[in-house]
């Protein structure tokens, strides 16, 4: 299928189907008339492309993993191990924003909040 008919099935704009085929995500061949020819199958890839996106996982982390996926003998397993991964990852995310905020709020109205914590401003 064409990038127009691809963009319309998936919500997608041309210019980031463009850019995904540039990073590697999705591949398209040229046709003898320069149109490029989306296989059916990436309609599919580009809807989990989005939504692992919505799920906090980088263009790059969706590459990788895409490649470990489609190697896979058990795909609802291996995005269970994912999933379980990026779940650490948050966690630590959020350990790090906890230390930040009760930094921050030790830091109010202390005068000049960018001194050192429990140094006179």
């Known amino acids: 299928?064409?990038?127009?008919?691809?963009?319309a099935r998936t919500g997608l704009s041309r210019d980031t189907i463009r850019f995904y085929e540039k990073v590697g995500l999705v591949e398209g061949r040229r046709l003898a008339n320069g149109y490029?020819?989306?296989?059916?199958?990436?309609?599919?890839?580009?809807?989990?492309v989005r939504t692992a996106q919505a799920l906090g996982?980088?263009?790059?982390?969706?590459?990788?993993?895409?490649?470990?996926l489609r190697g896979a003998p058990d795909t609802a397993?291996?995005?269970s191990a994912l999933f379980e991964e990026k779940i650490q990852?948050?966690?630590?995310?959020?350990?790090?924003?906890a230390a930040l905020r009760a930094e921050l709020a030790?830091?109010?109205?202390?005068?000049?909040?960018?001194?050192a914590a429990g140094?006179?401003?």
């Open 1 to 7: 299928m064409r990038i127009g008919e691809l963009a």
């Open 36 to 48: 490029r020819d989306f296989p059916p199958e990436a309609v599919a890839w580009l809807e989990y």
């Open 57 to 68: 996982f980088s263009l790059a982390e969706i590459a990788r993993t895409g490649e470990e």
């Open 77 to 79: 397993e291996a995005l």
């Open 89 to 97: 990852v948050v966690d630590a995310r959020m350990a790090e924003l």
């Open 106 to 115: 030790a830091r109010v109205g202390t005068g000049c909040p960018l001194l």
């Open 119 to 121: 140094r006179p401003g």
